[in-house]
């Protein structure tokens, strides 16, 4: 799931060396997904009203049912 965030991600961004996806487990079992990417950038992976980061959480949520998990995606600074 993360490789998949990272992926779509860099596609969006004009740094995509600074995209970084961290992972941990909840305790219930869910998956966090923390996204962060370089200052400028910011306002593309958010996207006008948060289109974007939605389109992202949706995306990420699809793949991961599949797998059967609950994953959570946060946009961090």
């Given amino acids: 799931m993360g490789e998949l965030l990272a992926y ?3 596609a969006l961004v004009d740094e995509p060396d600074k995209v970084r996806v961290e992972e941990f ?3 219930d079992g869910s998956l ?3 996204l ?3 200052d400028d950038d910011y306002g593309k992976v958010i996207g006008r009203g948060g ?3 939605q ?3 949706a ?3 699809a793949a991961a ?3 059967n998990r609950r994953v959570l995606v946060d946009i961090v600074e």
């Fill in 36 to 38: 962060s990417v370089a």
């Fill in 51 to 53: 289109r974007t980061a």
């Fill in 55 to 57: 389109a992202l959480r």
């Fill in 32 to 34: 966090v997904l923390e």
């Fill in 59 to 61: 995306i990420v949520k």
């Fill in 25 to 27: 487990e909840e305790d």
């Fill in 8 to 10: 779509l991600a860099r």
């Fill in 65 to 67: 049912v599949k797998d």
